[in-house]
């Protein structure tokens, strides 16, 4: 079967292709947000063979590799497949572009509870300041301190020759103080920025870092995702770090992700100034801003869920926001469907429209495109979900099997976690040499990506599951310590306490939680 497309906008290149953690359940029309505590259960379709459809490519900013998880279905079949889209920046926009690269506008909000003391405090401020060095002429800096209420440390600022120290001092003297209040450092965060100017071609980032839990103003999960999104709808993407092992990773890692930024766990405090370079490496890298995914399905076609990500829905229109891209950064999309099956022949699935900033040539991008599948009733249907669908399909149930082995770990249920994490690793290991197969018998006119980025794929996550598992074990005994002459009963060993509350133990749920999240970015 051949696919179905229609031309594309010069400003950006789509391939449509019939190879094609957390599911969302897809219901009326509203803003629906990505839950990272859901575990909605997903089957995948098994078999033998695999088709290819057509690509199409063209422009240079921004790059859709969108495809369905099946060319063709039965028509006796309830129609399920997948639609799978991936957004790429291209890695030489930066570089070949005739402007100056668009400018900033940067809020940094730290903790500054007294739990921050020491090293945490110092490496906070030492990693703002870094930033600040990075900064151009004419980028804008706000840095805002919280504990139970927020203080504005630098308001928005110009950042010149002139003033660079004058805001290094300001940072630095930034000092403890009391309980911790996430929403008000938010909350004052988005006030320093929209003193500014957020229209035009300029970056708009809020960075959050904190080290412990929030308790005090907004505390839970779904009222700071609001509050998130909400920000983000006014073009602001946030970016959390956490530091130490005692923060609320859920609660970092929902802003992060209602806001389209990254969320990111420092194990020790010296490790901020890296995080922060990472961020800032993607800052200056920027080449597109305010992007939406549209996916308009024909009439017939049902949206069942869709995987990790926050959307709105209108009438028969899923409109997925993307934020801000820079140089070769991957964002992607996947969604369950059910196609009708009444008639053989080509059954139409989706129109995509691809809208966007376009950094790098200062103008607005736009591309678009449709998908169809094939209807058949002689037996000859593919069977086996496209390779590349069916890795991004195993990333959200990776991430939400690291999720769920958290909840068990922390419950006390370690043997139950750890049995969870072996077998994902299990099933990690037959997908993968099923995607690397079909992949593989691909005739060469199909679009497919190199072999060896699938295989990267399944590396990952089986690193981050085996990584969960070996520092999910319990505590040896041998790691008992000799109790103090002092302690009660006298003499004899102390023993080390519960895996669970264990620093080690606190930190791999943190790095799990990291890792989920990056396998839905």
């Given at each position: ?233 006014r073009g602001v993407t946030i970016s959390t770090i956490g530091v130490d092992v005692d923060f609320d990773e859920k609660i970092m890692a929902a802003i992060a992700s209602e806001a389209n930024g990254r969320h990111y766990f420092v194990a020790n405090a010296s490790g901020l100034p890296a995080v922060f370079g990472q961020e800032f490496d993607d800052l200056l890298a920027s080449v597109a801003k305010e992007t939406e995914l549209a996916?308009?399905l024909a009439p017939g076609v049902e949206a069942v869920e869709v995987f990790d990500r926050s959307f709105r829905r209108e009438g028969n229109k899923l409109i997925v926001p993307f934020g801000t891209f820079s140089s070769k950064q991957e964002k992607t999309v996947l969604v369950r469907l059910r196609v009708p099956t009444d008639r053989d022949g080509d059954q139409p699935v989706a129109d995509l429209k691809l809208a966007f900033r ?164």
């Open positions: 079967m051949k696919l179905k497309t229609t031309a594309i906008l010069a400003a950006c290149g789509v391939f449509l292709s019939a190879a094609g953690a957390f599911a969302i359940p897809v219901g009326p029309s509203g803003t629906v947000t990505a839950d990272p505590s859901a575990t909605n259960a997903i089957k995948a379709a098994g078999g033998e063979g695999w088709e290819s459809g057509a690509r199409i490519t063209a422009g240079d900013t921004l790059l859709v590799d969108a495809r369905l998880g099946h060319a063709s279905v039965s028509k006796s079949s309830s129609g399920e497949t997948y639609l799978f889209a991936q957004v790429t920046a291209s890695d030489a926009t930066v570089s070949s572009s005739p402007s100056p690269i668009a400018p900033m506008n940067l809020a940094v909000v730290i903790d500054r509870s007294g739990s921050m003391k020491g090293e945490r405090i110092a490496n906070a401020m030492n990693a703002a300041v870094a930033a600040l060095e990075r900064m151009r002429d004419g980028d804008s800096i706000a840095v805002v301190s919280f504990d139970t209420a927020a203080q504005v440390v630098v308001p928005p600022t110009r950042v010149s020759a002139g003033n660079r120290s004058a805001i290094e001092s300001a940072i630095r003297s930034i000092r403890l103080g009391g309980d911790t209040c996430i929403s008000c450092g938010l909350e004052e965060g988005m006030q320093q920025l929209a003193l500014t100017s957020l229209g035009g071609d300029r970056i708009n980032r809020m960075i959050l870092l904190s080290d412990g839990a929030t308790n005090a103003g907004v505390r839970d999960i779904g009222g700071l995702r609001s509050m998130a999104g909400r920000m983000f709808g996916i308009e376009d950094l790098v040539k200062k103008t607005d991008g736009a591309c678009n495109g449709s998908l169809a599948v094939a209807v058949k009733s002689d037996g000859s249907e593919q069977k086996d979900l496209d390779p590349f669908v069916a890795a991004r399909l195993e990333r959200s149930r990776t991430a939400q099997t690291l999720t769920e082995a958290n909840k068990l770990f922390e419950a006390g249920r370690i043997g139950e976690a750890r049995a969870k994490l072996a077998a994902r690793k299990t099933d990690l290991d037959k997908s993968k040499s099923s995607a690397l197969a079909l992949a593989a018998a691909a005739p060469s006119a199909a679009p497919r990506r190199p072999a060896r980025a699938l295989d990267r794929d399944f590396a990952d996550q089986a690193a981050a599951v085996e990584e969960a598992e070996q520092h999910f074990a319990p505590a040896p005994v041998a790691a008992a310590r000799p109790a103090s002459p002092g302690a009660l009963g006298g003499g004899g060993f102390a023993q080390p306490p519960p895996a669970q509350t264990s620093r080690e133990g606190k930190a791999q749920v943190r790095a799990n939680q990291e890792k989920a999240s990056s396998f839905g970015f």
